[in-house]
């Protein structure tokens, strides 16, 4: 599906999305508690609908139940291939989970994910007792339990993703465990799954994030859970507050443990104008300014960055970006690639990317590499361009936030889909 988005004047109130990072965690959960879990605010991106379709493989009943989500918990797989979408976080989240059984199961995935890499699971997993293969250091994976616990070492450099995987399973494993980490990034990420688990009546040791002790033999409780808003997708539309209209974002807090709040940060140093309350957020456009930010500890924030810094008067200075090459796309490059096609002097150098900003993109047709993030950057682009942008493959969005355009829309955007599959 193509995406034509034309310049626009934007003012108004969108309603954040929900935050699927929170959703994967909170079905995790509920599968492993014995009873029924309600998850209010769900959400039902591609990557949410794939953990809940693996849940199910894995043993739970799941059902939409007048919006909210019933899973019925238990651990007892009922299929022999687990098939985690496009997700990273499934995979190296439900994989650990897979292997607290005795069940030979394939963990599988599609597009991008099958090329990814995940020898770290193989890695972290057979110090554990698990008996795991890789397909030449990718997908599928072939593991049989079990997860007998104890000490293991973990490369957490790359991604926190496998990390919270290990605390989800290892407390149901036979022994006591220590992970001793390498390196760790994104520690909101491990804040946030500590803090879901806590919800579930499971207790983590963290010990200052380079090592983590997780007792054996406890048992996770059903919860009524509720699905925050998601910074990651509200991050495009704060940007866009700050370049374009006053932007009011409801469902979100600044109080969040997820690592993409720090969007605000960025705005605010860029000049825009951010007004907090309860669970909502205000942007006002200011006079843009270059800045200079280290996006490590939390990489998806780069395309909605590099879209303020391409409109900020100056050069600006995104920082930490060389883990964007294991994303949906190598982000890095495909920024350069469609911002460069819109106008922008952009320089990928590998762990930091500078941008010289300017007033507004050229118009054109840009390219989402198959990827939601790329897809909702080019989006924010076309509303700030000198003539309409077609993005290819918009359809991508559907990874993290089905709606994204259906809310540029809210806000005034004109936007005109090609092709549409209804």
């Not at 934007?10 to 509920?30: E, Q, T």
């Not at 890499?117 to 890695?123: A, E, H």
């Not at 829309?409 to 599959?421: P, Q, S, Y």
Request: proline letters at 4%.
């Amino acid at each position: 599906m193509d995406v034509i988005i034309s310049p626009s004047i934007i003012n108004g109130d969108i309603n954040a999305p929900p935050s699927k990072s929170s959703m994967l965690r909170a079905v995790a959960a509920g599968l492993l508690a014995d009873g029924t879990t309600v998850i209010s605010n769900p959400s039902f991106c591609e990557d949410s609908v794939a953990a809940m379709r693996v849940a199910e493989c894995l043993g739970a009943g799941v059902k939409n139940d007048q919006g909210n989500v019933i899973i019925k918990g238990g651990l007892n797989p009922v299929c022999n291939e687990l098939d985690c979408g496009e997700s990273g976080l499934g995979v190296r989240m439900f994989t650990p989970i897979a292997a607290l059984g005795n069940s030979k199961l394939k963990i599988t995935g599609r597009g991008s994910l099958l090329s990814r890499p995940m020898d770290m699971i193989s890695d972290s997993l057979i110090q554990l007792g698990v008996d795991i293969s890789l397909n030449k250091g990718s997908l599928p994976i072939a593991v049989k339990g079990s997860l007998r616990g104890g000490l293991a070492y973990i490369d957490g450099s790359v991604s926190s993703q496998l990390i919270t995987g290990l605390l989800m399973a290892l407390p149901l494993a036979d022994n006591d465990s220590r992970l001793i980490i390498n390196s760790i990034t994104s520690r909101s990420y491990i804040d946030l799954t500590i803090d879901i688990l806590n919800n579930f009546g499971i207790e983590i040791i963290n010990r200052s994030y380079s090592e983590f002790f997780i007792p054996s033999g406890q048992l996770y409780r059903p919860a009524t859970f509720h699905v925050e808003g998601d910074w990651s997708g509200a991050a495009f539309f704060v940007v866009l507050g700050a370049v374009a209209g006053r932007v009011n974002i409801h469902g979100i807090s600044t109080a969040s443990m997820q690592p993409d709040r720090r969007i605000i940060e960025v705005v605010k140093m860029a000049g825009a104008t951010v007004n907090e309350s309860d669970r909502e957020i205000t942007i006002i456009p200011g006079e843009l300014k270059s800045f200079d930010f280290d996006i490590g500890e939390s990489p998806d924030l780069a395309p909605p960055v590099a879209i303020l810094a391409a409109l900020c008067n100056g050069k600006s200075i995104i920082r930490g970006t060389s883990r964007l090459k294991v994303k949906e796309s190598d982000r890095g490059e495909a920024l350069t690639k469609e911002l460069s096609a819109l106008g922008v002097k952009i320089i990928n150098n590998n762990d930091h990317i500078i941008i010289e900003g300017s007033a507004s993109f050229k118009g054109g047709i840009v390219s989402s590499h198959g990827d939601h993030r790329i897809a909702m950057a080019m989006g924010i682009a076309g509303l700030m361009a000198d003539d309409t942008i077609t993005i290819k493959d918009g359809e991508a969005v559907n990874k993290s936030f089905p709606g994204f355009f259906d809310e540029l829309t809210r806000l005034g955007a004109h936007v005109e889909f090609v092709n549409k599959i209804v």
